[in-house]
């Protein structure tokens, strides 16, 4: 008997939480929020996934033949499920200049270590050891190996890491970043212009300098500073061979840098070969791949929402790189949002922007394009959404500043009504990151409402710019929750009567 007097109460509870959740939507009704909910499978995700990594789009290096065939595919499928070109003067694209370069061979890294009047030498291995990058020139050289800490000077900080030391014709040993490791907001301004890699090369070059081995052990797409410069990144094993003999312990010396903002540069008494084959082009061009949906209010139509992840990675290095994790993820799931809404028809009273970045790995080139370029006032963006990376795991975390931390509710909100993931959520006082490494902090910087959405909870280590970036390491069941939660989220704040945040 009590059993059946709480069958009337479960249906009215039921029937409670439905009217709440529709309401939260704007007009849409409940089939059209299931039918977005269950519009994207996880066939169509791993579909998605394969065909972005496939090696007839040559690992998506902006700039080569194989990311234009990629932006190509994918502005076919955001046209094919109905968005429209958000600049139609212009189609999907947003075209802009980008120089790049192709490695065409796994080049060469040995350390000659004197004996009485000879060398021996020790030859090091592609990959395990070293990568080449394309901020190298092409060519080869065999200088003495000049240890230099971050390879920079700052005259206006009283730092110089090349003052009383000469590298003239020699290869120097720099390493990643700058030394200021603190969060004053001044002194992060002031040091931000040396963290890029290319100016490590400029100030390099500037002092002499034959060729760099940059201590960190990552591939990188930059292209070319200079065509004679020889360029190869480079484990902490090959750098602490480079200063075995010389008295200094290389995690005291860069102990030693950062703590006290002082140079410590020295000569290491062994030379180096570095080689590499290279082709520089500096005429190149490329495109973000832009699309939207458009708002059905004729006042908040010209409010935006954007999911954003970049579409390139690092191309042939000569091999290919597929770049499963870095950023075909992303994009599967930006084209997912894509789908589930179009598909279900949900409406939207402000504008959602799809935008798939050109040129990320390349100094967050298309996201900058973009920004600069967009035609409206920026106080219209209400909402970015960055994607790079998202596909491990078992759990969610979304991360933006104090001023725009309202955002991160829809999205707890949807999680729990939907998915039921755990969900980190954090966020902070705004500044100037010391090393923007992602789109979002282009909006960021710019004080447009960014948030970094991920996941976590992976058991493996995180397989990143190297060759092995496959589907082997993506869960594409958490893809789908991810989508799951974007979607229901861009309805509701799509939906929203206003969107109101601080100002940073």
Request: net charge negative; hydrophobic share 40%.
């Amino acid at each position: 008997m009590k059993r059946l007097l709480l069958l009337p109460l479960l249906f009215f509870f039921t029937l409670s939480v439905s009217a709440q959740q529709v309401s939260d939507y704007g007009s849409n009704d409940r089939e059209v929020l299931i039918n977005a909910l269950h519009a994207v499978s996880e066939d169509d995700i791993s579909s998605w996934m394969h065909t972005m990594i496939s090696p007839e789009f040559r690992g998506r290096l902006a700039g080569d033949i194989g990311y234009d065939l990629a932006a190509e595919w994918a502005a076919g499928k955001l046209e094919s499920w109905g968005l429209k070109p958000f600049f139609p003067e212009k189609g999907f694209f947003q075209e802009f200049d980008q120089p790049y370069t192709l490695v065409k061979d796994k080049g060469r890294l040995e350390v000659h270590v004197p004996v009485g009047d000879e060398f021996i030498t020790k030859k090091y291995n592609y990959g395990e050891h070293y990568w080449p990058w394309g901020i190298s020139g092409s060519g080869e050289v065999t200088a003495e190996v000049v240890y230099v800490g971050h390879g920079i000077t700052a005259p206006e900080l009283g730092y110089d890491d090349y003052a009383g030391i000469d590298v003239t014709g020699k290869i120097v040993i720099t390493e990643l970043g700058v030394p200021y490791t603190g969060n004053n907001y001044d002194s992060l301004l002031l040091w931000r212009p040396y963290v890029d890699h290319s100016n490590k090369v400029k100030f390099a070059l500037e002092n002499g300098a034959a060729g760099l081995i940059f201590a960190y052990h990552v591939a990188s797409p930059r292209p070319t500073v200079d065509p004679d410069f020889i360029f190869l990144a480079a484990s902490d094993e090959v750098v602490r061979d480079l200063l075995a003999g010389t008295g200094k312990d290389l995690d005291a010396v860069r102990e030693h840098i950062k703590t006290t903002l002082t140079p410590m540069s020295f000569h290491t008494g062994k030379k180096a070969t570095l080689a590499l084959t290279s082709e520089y082009y500096p005429d190149g061009t490329t495109a973000n791949v832009v699309a939207m949906i458009e708002g059905s209010d004729p006042e908040l139509k010209n409010e935006y929402l954007i999911i954003g992840a970049h579409l390139d990675h690092l191309g042939m290095m000569p091999v290919l790189f597929p770049g499963a994790l870095d950023n075909a993820s992303g994009c599967a799931l930006a084209l997912g949002v894509a789908k589930a809404l179009a598909s279900s028809e949900a409406e939207l009273k402000r504008t959602l922007i799809i935008l798939l970045f050109g040129a990320e790995e390349v100094g967050l080139v298309g996201a900058r394009q973009f920004v600069e370029r967009f035609p409206y006032p920026k106080e219209q963006i209400k909402m970015m959404i960055n994607l790079d990376m998202v596909g491990r795991g078992n759990a969610f975390f979304a991360v933006t500043a104090d001023p725009w931390s309202e955002l991160l509710d829809a999205l707890e909100r949807n999680n729990e009504r939907w998915v039921h993931r755990p969900f980190m959520t954090r966020s902070s006082p705004w500044q100037p990151p010391i090393r923007p490494r992602t789109d979002g902090m282009v909006f960021y910087m710019e004080k447009i409402p960014a948030i970094t959405f991920g996941t976590r909870g992976a058991t493996t280590p995180t397989l990143y710019h190297v060759p092995e970036d496959t589907m082997d390491q993506i869960d594409i069941e958490i893809m789908r929750d991810v989508i799951k939660v974007l979607t229901m989220s861009i309805i509701e704040l799509g939906n929203m009567k206003e969107i109101v945040l601080d100002t940073p």
